[in-house]
């Protein structure tokens, strides 16, 4: 695994994945946050951020190989270890515990994803920003209001004033 991973550094603001290239690479942070987002209107909606010991890349590009709508930058300067597509597979084939190891992690991310799901459907806007609190608690601090409240879906005003609240 070591000589199929290359350290990279992205620096703050830098566009790590555009939404026209297919998604060949998928990024093991070390430290740092790369931020997941897709434009709706020209606006950029947050759909997720990955920060230490998480891997990134646009899920469906990555697999099927072909253009999706995310873009992946960096929120501040990031070290990630980076595989390329055919160094996972390779290491599928002949590490077993690596398509476990693959198993695991997309089984968290799923449900961190149906807990998201849920709370955009039936929870209050305090509710959706405790709910993020909670789902990073280790990095919330470190995101842009504006990109909190894209995730959550309301308006920066309304997470200024539930943020207020406090």
């Known amino acids: 695994m070591k000589d199929r991973l290359q350290l990279v550094t992205f620096t703050k603001g830098e566009l790590v994945l555009?939404?026209?290239?297919?998604?060949?690479?998928s990024y093991f942070i070390r430290k740092g946050i790369l931020r997941t987002y897709f434009l709706k209107d020209g606006k950029?909606?947050?759909?997720y951020f990955c920060s230490k010991d998480?891997?990134?890349?646009?899920?469906?590009?990555?697999?099927?190989?072909?253009?999706?709508?995310?873009?992946?930058?960096?929120?501040?300067?990031?070290?990630?270890?980076?595989?390329?597509?055919?160094?996972?597979v390779y290491l599928f084939?002949?590490?077993?515990?690596m398509e476990r190891y693959s198993r695991l992690s997309m089984g968290t991310i799923f449900g961190h994803l149906m807990e998201r799901i849920a709370s955009m459907r039936?929870?209050?806007?305090?509710?959706?920003?405790?709910?993020?609190?909670?789902?990073y608690h280790e990095i919330y601090h470190?995101?842009?209001?504006?990109?909190?409240?894209?995730?959550?879906?309301i308006t920066q005003e309304t997470l200024s004033r539930?943020?207020?609240e406090k």
């Open 44 to 47: 950029e909606i947050s759909e």
């Open 162 to 164: 539930i943020r207020a």
């Open 54 to 88: 998480e891997w990134i890349n646009s899920p469906k590009s990555f697999m099927q190989r072909k253009t999706d709508i995310y873009y992946i930058d960096a929120i501040e300067t990031t070290e990630a270890f980076s595989l390329h597509v055919n160094d996972l």
């Open 18 to 25: 555009d939404a026209n290239q297919v998604s060949t690479k």
């Open 93 to 97: 084939d002949h590490f077993p515990e």
């Open 122 to 135: 039936f929870a209050s806007a305090k509710e959706k920003y405790i709910h993020f609190c909670e789902s």
């Open 142 to 153: 470190r995101i842009p209001l504006g990109m909190i409240a894209s995730y959550i879906g």
